[in-house]
């Protein structure tokens, strides 16, 4: 018949050895993702939104004065700058998607 003492220790090895291989595959997957790049990096493009931000302002410039509102990355080319403009049309609100050039803007008038 077994001890107490030695059974504890037997399955307190047991339990340490499925952790450290728990730990072990762990840092294997965590070395894996590192030489992936981190893939939240791309939705802090700074170079991006500040072009996007400015050809945006130029677009909608043609119908007043611009005021950005918000702008948004959605994946790794890709922003959407929401804005105003204030003209002779009265106050408009836009909506600009930008990759590397503007692919799409979207205009509509305020009510007020």
Known sequence: MLRPAPLIALASCLAL????AGIAAGALGA????TQGDPNAYYNNEPL??????ACRA?????GDVQIIDLEQRGARKVVVWGTAAG???RQSF????????TGFRLR???G
């Open 109 to 111: 008038k305020l009510l």
């Open 88 to 90: 002779a049309a009265g």
């Open 49 to 54: 939104k500040l072009a996007a931000a400015q």
């Open 17 to 20: 050895s499925g952790c450290a």
């Open 95 to 102: 909506e600009c998607t930008y990759t590397d050039r503007i």
């Open 31 to 34: 070395a894996a993702r590192s």
């Open 59 to 63: 677009r909608a410039a043609s119908y």
